[in-house]
């Protein structure tokens, strides 16, 4: 039974599925440039519009620089063994198809299971955030709706009087998102980059603005930076040295998404040579990008204030420049909304996968004949995160994102150590550098993020994994097309 649990899809088989080309195939129409956008897509979003404040304010004051850049290198390790993967494998279903080919199938599900929370619960959470965007944006206009955008509802749960909140932009963001993956993937595409050029325009409008401000007003600049490490207060992570790891591992989460280039493998036109492009790519800009915020946010306004959800356009606002407020939340606005779409995209398509594997019911990797996408499947999450997004608040969501991304990033970290020496004679047309010890940095710094979870999230993502256990048990095994091969 051992042996059937870590039973290892075959390379052949998976370079079969990457090319095959039918009428139950994905459409390949995504070129470099639509990949570095959709990396760029799901990264940019909740993390440079809302944590840099709260990692400064909270955890490292100006040297939340530094966090982002501890955070960052830990991301480019993990990115590179995504992108060897990603050229070697370039089929969708990212970390679930490495760890299928490496492990078995067995952890294949286990991070399967770990990427449908990531993306699900993920798309959830910044759909709330983004319905705040939006309500802000309407309340510095003096907008008056007809409705109440969040009203209350009363029920009965085993004769206790309960009440929750809906939210009906977030409802309303995911169902026009998943309309829009249902319609096309390069429909898909060329929405997320407008609202990709939309959102990174802005970020560079705040860059521009702070720097002029900073050259009028360097004193300012220099008393806030001052001191650019501030005194730990005794305890493990407020400020100091402890601070500043423990605000990278908050921002780490500014990150996610650049995986989700990964699940677009076979949609791409050249993925051996544009996957490690959209992967690496996206990730250098990025960090640049929230290097550059971090730093100059903490020079116009002191960190003790940006604890707060939206400090750049309270950045904006101590520039003195009124427009800028309304410029950061349409940025935040268009932002997120891309963010929404890639996490989306990548759901389905993972979900896709699996069910080509046999590990879910078969109706799920269904194709539309027209479009060409897994409809069904978007449908289907499409209404799960729609209701998660609806009725349950951000902070419960936030919290089971990051376990399921980070314990992805450790098996595909080790996926090439183990094919690095197991499989050495395969054709590799992207190799990362310093095999073992990108891997080896890799799993390291991601294990140690898990470590700093707290024990909610813990329980949560551990019954999480009980489920996606039951299920496998119960119905993957028995339906596995790699068994049923097997069987002959």
Not at 63 to 72: E, H, I, K, N, W
Not at 170 to 179: D, E, S
Not at 268 to 274: G, I, L, M, V
Not at 369 to 384: E, K
Request: net charge positive; glycine share 10%.
């Amino acid at each position: 039974m051992a042996s059937q649990l870590f039973a290892k899809k075959p390379l052949n088989v998976i370079m079969q599925e990457a090319t095959a080309t039918h009428e139950h195939s994905l459409k390949r129409s995504l070129g470099p440039i639509n990949l570095v956008t959709l990396g760029i897509g799901a990264i940019i979003g909740t993390g440079i519009f809302t944590l840099t404040g709260v990692a400064a304010a909270q955890f490292a004051g100006p040297a939340v620089v530094l966090s982002f850049v501890v955070a960052g290198i830990g991301c480019i390790f993990a990115g590179l063994c995504y992108a060897e993967f990603a050229a070697m494998i370039p089929i969708s279903g990212s970390a679930y198809t490495y760890g299928y080919a490496t492990m078995g199938e067995l952890v294949a599900w286990i991070i399967g299971w770990a990427l449908v929370l990531e993306y699900a619960f993920g798309a959830a959470t910044v759909a709330v955030g983004w319905s705040g965007y939006v309500s802000s944006l309407l309340g510095y206009f003096g907008a008056k709706l007809p409705f109440n955008p969040t009203p209350s509802i009363a029920f009965s749960l085993f004769g206790h009087a309960l009440s929750a909140k809906v939210d009906i932009f977030a409802f309303a963001a995911i169902v026009i998102v998943t309309a829009i993956l249902v319609i096309g993937v390069r429909e898909s595409a060329n929405f997320n980059s407008g609202a990709v050029m939309i959102k990174v325009s802005v970020v560079l409008i705040f860059i521009g603005l702070a720097v002029v401000y900073a050259f009028g007003h360097r004193s300012h600049m220099i008393a806030n930076w001052h001191p650019f490490i501030p005194k730990n207060l005794g305890q493990f992570g407020q400020f100091g040295w402890s601070g500043i790891m423990r605000g990278a591992s908050l921002v780490f989460f500014a990150y996610i998404g650049f995986d989700a280039v990964s699940t677009a493998a076979q949609e791409s036109r050249n993925p051996q040579k544009d996957m490690p492009f959209g992967i690496l790519g996206s990730l250098i800009i990025c960090t640049i990008l929230y290097i550059l915020v971090s730093g100059l946010l903490t020079g116009v306004k002191n960190y003790t204030t940006l604890n707060s959800p939206d400090p750049v356009a309270e950045g904006a606002a101590a520039i003195g420049v009124g427009w800028g407020i309304v410029a950061v939340d349409i940025g935040a606005i268009a932002g997120l909304a891309s963010v929404m779409l890639v996490m989306l995209l990548g759901q389905s398509r993972i979900l896709y996968t699996m069910a080509h594997d046999g590990l879910l019911p078969q109706w799920i990797s269904r194709i539309h004949g027209r479009f060409r996408t897994p409809y069904l499947t978007s449908i289907a999450v499409g209404c799960f995160v729609a209701f998660l997004a609806a009725f349950f608040p951000i902070v419960f969501l936030g919290l089971l994102v990051s376990l399921g991304t980070l314990l992805a990033f450790t098996i595909v970290c080790l996926g090439v150590w183990i094919m690095r020496v197991k499989r050495p004679d395969i054709p590799r047309p992207f190799r990362a550098p310093w095999v073992p010890f990108v891997p080896i940095a890799g799993m390291v710094i991601s294990l140690t993020l898990m470590a700093t979870g707290t024990l909610a999230a813990k329980i949560a993502f551990g019954s999480w994994l009980v489920v996606g256990l039951v299920i496998y048990f119960g119905y993957s095994r028995k339906h596995s097309q790699l068994r049923i091969r097997a069987r002959g």
